[in-house]
């Protein structure tokens, strides 16, 4: 309706999120879906690069010309190699496929739901991004672009971790796609949503019993809560055939098709230019 909430309040709870991080010591901060404006982004990288922080949030929709977009800001800190000066990077994640219950209350005000997958050269290849920061391999999800079969499955042996930033209702439904991804993909999966609807968890491929390392729902307040995932863990495992991986016990076996390789890629720290090279060949 263009009238944007930027009162104090919501800033103050936005920022309670930030300093519970930081207090923490958290590497990375995980928030919703539409959860920051984006005025307030340049603000919140500041904070990343001074606190060392990592943070991956949904920004609230933006409409320019009738058109409105849906955007996951992923804010990454580095320190400068000649200078040693600490600065920040904020990368745009455009959501491919609008959920339909989004893009009918968009459309009821007469305004265009621009998908990501639009911009697309062949209309039908939804883009993704492949993030590293410290040696930590991600992949960044919003929403309903998780129902999609093909486009979940794209970053199979390259990656860590799947992060999902939703604003969604259908507790049920993303639970079995999270529990499901983190086995097919073989990594762990973080996912972040409202507190009104809550199942907010970081999970891993590994028995039912212990499979959730942080799992959470409801609550009025705005708080953040910290999980640990080991990635040496996780890649030493990855690494093994079945026989070592039936010994460990640690996770659940890879499944078919994994490719050991990009765990050894990822450990070894020359990920970027297997990537690359498998890329150029198909």
Wanted: glycine share 4%; with cysteine; charged share 30%.
């Amino acid at each position: 309706m263009r009238k944007p909430n930027r009162s104090y309040r919501r800033y103050q709870q936005i920022a309670e999120l930030v300093n519970t991080a930081v207090r923490e010591k958290a590497d990375m901060l995980v928030m919703p879906e539409a959860c920051t404006p984006k005025e307030w982004l340049p603000t919140l990288a500041r904070t990343c690069e001074k606190n060392h922080l990592a943070v991956v949030t949904g920004v609230e929709h933006i409409i320019e010309d009738n058109c409105v977009y849906n955007l996951t800001a992923v804010i990454l800190p580095y320190e400068e190699k000649w200078t040693g000066q600490w600065h920040s990077v904020i990368l745009y994640h455009s959501k491919n496929h609008f959920a339909p219950e989004e893009k009918r209350m968009i459309e009821s005000l007469h305004l265009r739901a621009m998908e990501g997958i639009e911009s697309s050269e062949a209309k039908c290849d939804a883009k993704y991004e492949l993030y590293s920061w410290n040696g930590f391999w991600f992949t960044v999800y919003c929403c309903f672009e998780l129902t999609s079969i093909r486009d979940r499955s794209i970053f199979q042996s390259y990656i860590d971790a799947v992060i999902a930033v939703e604003w969604n209702h259908d507790v049920n439904y993303y639970s079995n796609i999270i529990e499901s991804l983190s086995r097919d993909i073989h990594c762990y999966c973080i996912q972040t949503n409202t507190s009104e609807y809550g199942d907010s968890r970081i999970t891993k491929p590994s028995k039912t019993e212990n499979k959730d390392i942080l799992r959470i729902k409801g609550g009025s307040n705005a708080t953040a809560h910290v999980g640990t995932i080991d990635l040496e863990q996780l890649r030493e495992f990855q690494m093994k055939a079945y026989s070592g991986q039936k010994e460990d016990k640690t996770f659940k076996p890879t499944p078919p098709d994994f490719d050991y390789k990009g765990a050894y890629e990822r450990r070894k720290g020359t990920m970027f230019e297997c990537f690359c090279a498998k890329k150029k060949a198909d």
